[in-house]
């Protein structure tokens, strides 16, 4: 399992983190990003939603965010993205980490996600993390892409 190295800080998100998130949202997701709108909502839903930022001192910008529901027994993982430059040094298995303290910390016992059936990096992300298959939403996305349902169990 990758460390990131050199350490990158997490901390809660901020409505003034909205622009950066919008810049990674778009180099993440550059089929479908969520809109600014989208994001001031999901900002707007607070204590329910929990978004995390990854934010190096001294350098402009976010490497990445995720996002939490936590209505209920079981969380929802909203969103993970991590910017393409900084990829493939565990920043997404960090950021992921903290969703899963955040839903134990919330009384959650299980996690829930959507993934794409073709998003391989992200499947072996959950996978490894002890995410498993719930059901096969199929042609669920514009693209006619399936989407799988994913969830990880929580121990205390
Ligand atoms: C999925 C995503 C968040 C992973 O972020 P990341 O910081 O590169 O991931 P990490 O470096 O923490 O790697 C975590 C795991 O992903 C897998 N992985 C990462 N890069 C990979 C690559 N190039 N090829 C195959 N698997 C890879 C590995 O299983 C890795 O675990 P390991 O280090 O224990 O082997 C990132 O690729 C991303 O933002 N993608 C676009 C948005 C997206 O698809 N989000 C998920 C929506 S459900």
Do not use: C
């Amino acid at each position: 399992m990758s460390v990131v190295s050199p350490p990158v800080p997490l901390r809660p998100a901020t409505w003034r983190d909205i622009p950066a998130m919008l810049a990674v949202e778009r180099a993440a997701f550059p089929d479908e990003p969520w809109d600014e709108a989208a994001l001031w909502s999901e900002l707007a839903s607070r204590p329910r939603r929990a978004y995390v930022v990854a934010a190096r001192e001294g350098h402009d910008g976010l490497e990445g965010y995720a996002g939490l529901d936590l209505a209920g027994d079981v969380a929802d993982v909203m969103t993970l993205a991590v910017h393409p430059g900084s990829r493939g040094r565990g920043l997404g298995a960090l950021l992921l980490g903290r969703l899963h303290d955040l839903a134990r910390e919330a009384g959650a016992t299980g996690v829930l996600l959507e993934v794409r059936s073709g998003n391989e990096v992200a499947r072996r992300l959950y996978a490894a993390r002890g995410y498993q298959l719930v059901r096969t939403r199929e042609r669920y996305y514009r693209s006619g892409e399936d989407a799988l349902v994913l969830r990880k169990e929580l121990l205390p």
